[in-house]
């Protein structure tokens, strides 16, 4: 069982800096397509890791969470979550300024539900193309969460199957941490891009760390909240499709 929890941890790692570049390219490319070329013109239309990495967002917190169990350290445990290096976007570029810069930010999540359902798919095809493809997929699904693997399974297959159901978790994960409200966060832009000037004054004078507690705090919480009910939903499609 240890093996099989170190063995799905270092997939959450590399799927989680997989899914954070993914993310940070979306903002990267959807800001090019509306006009405004910082990001492209920065390297940052890329699917490497090494151009969005954050030290503290993309390593440290994620390796944190991810590995901290194996050392006692069970705190963020629920909340598998991480940030990469934001996006440089210059919103005078675009010709429609809220517009075109709630698009920019939204292209993020946006691109951890395709993710989603691309794994999902896969999922589905194992289900129907592999003989008893079903069972091991659903059998995966369950045992992934409790941090063990299914006993008996190729280890090809095997692979692919851990590989895309913790795609599934990742990247709604991210999904939903990222539309928080929380600055720096995307949510919180889109939100900023509806208050009125006075209110916008007090939204960007929230502390750094203020925001980081937030994200810690209220994010694990609201994360486990929705999580919860998404993985049962994409559970059930599976045992239906």
């Known amino acids: 069982m240890q093996s099989g929890a170190f063995l799905i941890a270092v997939f959450e790692f590399v799927l989680l800096l997989f899914s954070l570049s993914v993310h940070e390219c979306a903002h990267a490319w959807m800001a090019s397509r509306l006009g ?28 944190l969470i991810i590995f901290g169990p194996f050392i006692g350290l069970n705190f963020f445990s629920g909340m598998l979550v991480g940030w990469a290096k934001p996006t440089p976007v210059l919103t005078r570029n675009f010709r429609k300024i809220v517009r075109d810069d709630n698009l920019t930010t939204l292209a993020g999540p946006a691109s951890n539900l395709l993710l989603v359902l691309v794994a999902f798919l896969v999922l589905v095809f194992i289900s129907v193309a592999v003989p008893d493809g079903r069972p091991l997929v659903l059998s995966t699904f369950l045992s992934v969460f409790q941090g063990g693997l299914v006993l008996g399974v190729p280890s090809g297959l095997q692979a692919l199957l851990l590989l895309f159901t913790l795609a599934i978790l990742i990247n709604l994960s991210l999904c939903f941490f990222n539309l928080l409200p929380i600055p720096p966060l995307d949510g919180s832009r889109v939100v900023r891009n509806m208050l009125p000037y006075n209110a916008v004054q007090v939204y960007d004078r929230i502390p750094i760390w203020g925001s980081y507690l937030l994200m810690i705090f209220l994010g694990r919480y609201i994360l486990m909240a929705l999580l919860g009910p998404s993985l049962g939903l994409v559970y059930w499609a599976l045992t239906h499709i």
Not at 39 to 61: C, E, K, W
């Open 36 to 63: 405004d070329q910082t990001a492209r013109q920065m390297g940052r239309v890329s699917l490497n890791p090494m151009d969005h990495v954050d030290p503290i967002g993309t390593l440290l917190f994620p390796a």
